[in-house]
């Protein structure tokens, strides 16, 4: 049972700002384009795992 909340509240957006940090607002700064690339990269790569999260997250334990 996914869980919506974290992956449409948390992980969609985190994916979609970090791109556009590292895609659209890096390449128009100057002195600190590496730092704007970097930053904008782990923000999508923590987008990833909370979404991946929120897909296998359960209010149940999982028994075996």
Partial sequence: MASKSITVGVGIPMIIVGALMAWLWAPLEGVFQNQ?????????ILGVV??????????QPVMH
């Fill in 50 to 59: 909370f979404f991946i999260s929120g897909l296998f997250y359960t209010k």
């Fill in 36 to 44: 704007v690339e970097l930053i904008g990269s782990t923000i999508g």
